[in-house]
């Protein structure tokens, strides 16, 4: 049980332990999680709805659905929203929840560290959503291509898009620092980094990306909205800018933002596969280092994205060639996960589909990506709906496909029940065949030459037959929603209990009950083996093959037993954080309106807010919230 210290008056420590303000001032990193998932899956949806009404003008030529600006605006809104805010938040929503349990530790590192990143994301999804109540929303792509955001855009929706993107990189910055030092420092003893889960490996190597990407593009944010707001021209040509350095800055962030969102999916791909073939990961440690060298690479192609901007022969030579190498690393992934189901026996559970379906889309997108690399094919297919179908194949057949099939995967660790099996396999068939039926035929579009950002096409092109196709199908993705939802809402109120390890997998967060306790473990496991639950559990047979291991038997079982659980600290609650996150969307908005009492209000948040974090202590002392006593 946990009591809780009511000392302080009005500033006093939050007491709750339910309800709403329990989860603004919550920094337990499981519930973080769960407000992550739950908020990025909202924007799922706003992204989906905003792609429909995009679907819905090009179904037929000359559609008069959408005017060309609010075409414009919701692609760029589409887009952002996609990739800021739904996948790399859904991402953090597993790294939040799954990190510690996978490493055996009770925390993260920085609990308010961890909830002061999830109200800045909030902040700054609220803040770029405010634009279409205060003078139009970005409309000039999720890109910002300047000198059009800088000079010729006005209003103030790209000051949005400067400011806004500007929050949810600090929210990234602070939640990769968190992660790093976690996984460095508070791994459970005897977990060595060869011993980690893949699915932490990539979430590693995803915070080192993240932390050296976001400055680059916190650059290129400050310099535009430093033009737009006080005209300083850094990209502006006619004053001695140069527009060329934001395609640089952005492309430096933007080709490892790519693998900062499809490498989580891959690491939580690497977790399945060995647990439905119950086998080993084929190669784990050429998967390892092939999600390490992804990582380096991928700060070594982004002028591919630039090989029509006339860089010259050398430039592009190098980077066409740059661009063919980092297949490597990623076909060493597929070999080794075709490897893994080979000659395994396999459950086909909708984890399983989901993971099988998400190598076989990316595998898609990989090669449509690899003809990009060739420099003549690029400008053949540069900014036509090829590009569409390239990155929807590796943003959501891989991407979202390996999310899909983490919640399936993990949902019952997370909620104690498990998930409707039946439905599970409806939404996957349904969502893979939607899929292709939407994206697959942009492939022939691109090729036939409709360009990627025309809001009306005239019907003598041949295109309306196509378009009507992929209309179709992506009303058919939005249905497969429906059943994933009910599936979600029904299996949380009526399914099965779960038990602690109901799929019989390998690694640590299954060795405790479903869901976790607040503190997570009653005693900090000691890991002697890579996949070290399997180990606890199975024995190697004569042929081979796994033999359980009598109950009792194992050197470190303890499953089922109760233990007493001593003094454990957990984080206290706090309002700090979340103070100090929303005082960056008022500061914003009063700068974009000139309003300075705002101005001034803002920073007072902010910095009151960080006050207030700084002397507050984690924990507070014995007796409080903050420390579990007794036995369960």
Not at 178 to 186: A, H, R, V
Not at 415 to 422: A, I, L, P, V
Not at 451 to 461: A, G, V
Request: aromatic residues 16%; neutral net charge.
């Amino acid at each position: 049980m946990a009591t809780v210290a009511a000392e302080g008056g009005l500033l006093r420590r939050p007491l709750a332990k339910s309800g709403f303000s329990s989860w603004i001032t919550t920094a337990d990193h499981k519930r973080i999680g769960i407000l992550y998932g739950y908020t990025a899956f909202f924007f799922f949806l706003i992204g989906g709805c905003e792609a429909l009404l995009i679907r819905l003008q090009l179904a037929r030529p000359n559609g008069t659905v959408l005017t060309a600006n609010q075409y414009n605006t919701l692609f760029t809104m589409h887009g952002l929203t996609m990739i800021f805010l739904v996948v790399m938040p859904l991402s953090a929503s597993l790294f939040n929840y799954m990190i510690p349990l996978m490493i055996g530790a009770r925390d993260v590192a920085f609990p308010r560290l961890n909830a002061f990143s999830y109200w800045v994301f909030l902040s700054g999804g609220i803040f770029l959503y405010s634009s279409f109540v205060f003078g139009g929303a970005p409309n000039g792509g999720w890109f910002g291509y300047a000198p059009l955001t800088s000079l010729y855009s006005p209003g103030h929706g790209l000051t949005f898009y400067a400011l806004g993107l500007q929050m949810l990189g600090i929210a990234s910055i602070a939640s990769a620092a968190n992660f790093i030092t976690t996984i460095l420092n508070l791994r459970a003893p005897g977990m060595t980094l060869m011993r980690m889960p893949v699915f932490v490996w990539m979430t590693l190597v995803t915070s080192f990306l993240l932390l050296f990407a976001m400055p680059v593009i916190a650059v290129a944010l400050f310099q535009l909205a430093f033009d737009r707001l006080w005209h300083s021209n850094f990209y502006n040509i006619a004053a001695g800018g140069d527009p060329l350095l934001w395609q640089h800055l952005f492309w430096i962030f933007g080709h490892p933002e790519v693998y900062i969102l499809i490498l989580p999916a891959m690491g939580v791909v690497s977790e399945i596969l060995p647990v439905f073939s119950r086998k080993p990961l084929f190669g784990y440690s050429a998967v390892v280092f092939s999600g390490i060298f992804i990582g380096f690479m991928g700060w070594g192609v982004w002028a591919h994205h630039m090989f029509t901007v006339g860089l010259g022969p050398y430039a592009n030579s190098a980077f066409a060639v740059s661009t063919m190498f980092i297949a490597v690393p990623t076909g060493v992934k597929i070999f080794n996960w075709t490897a893994t189901l080979w000659r395994g026996s396999i459950r086909f559970r909708t984890p399983l589909l989901f993971a099988v379906g998400m190598v076989a889309m990316f595998v898609i997108g990989g090669l449509s990506g690899v003809t990009h690399s060739l420099v003549p094919s690029d400008y053949e297919q540069h900014d036509t709906y090829y590009i569409v179908a390239h990155f929807h194949y590796v943003l959501f057949g891989g991407a979202i496909f390996g999310l899909f099939a983490g919640f399936y995967y993990w949902f019952p660790k997370v909620t104690g029940k498990m998930m409707n099996e039946r439905l599970g396999k409806i939404h996957f068939w349904w969502m893979l065949i939607a899929f292709n039926l939407t994206f697959f035929p942009m492939h022939m579009l691109g090729l036939q030459g409709q360009p990627r950002r025309t809001y009306i096409y005239p019907s003598n092109m041949g295109w309306g037959s196509y378009n009507m196709t992929e209309t179709i199908g992506a009303f058919l993705i939005a249905g497969s929603m429906l059943v994933f939802i009910y599936n979600w809402v029904v299996s949380k109120r009526k399914g099965t209990i779960a038990g602690r390890d109901p799929w019989d997998a390998r690694t640590l967060e299954w060795s405790i009950p479903s869901p976790p306790p607040e503190h997570n473990f009653d005693d900090i496991p000691h890991v002697h083996n890579r996949d070290d639950l399997w180990h606890r559990k199975y024995a190697e047979g004569p042929s081979g093959k796994p033999v359980p291991i009598p109950v009792g038997a194992a050197e470190e079982h303890d499953a089922g037993e109760d233990h007493a659980v001593g003094h454990i600290h957990m984080p206290s609650p706090s309002y700090w954080p979340v103070l100090a996150a929303f005082g960056l969307p008022v500061f914003a908005w009063s700068l974009i309106f000139h309003l300075y009492v705002g101005d001034a209000l803002g920073l007072l948040m902010l910095f009151s807010g960080m006050y207030g974090w700084v002397f507050e202590p984690l924990a507070e002392p014995s007796g409080d919230h903050g420390v579990l006593e007794g036995a369960h």
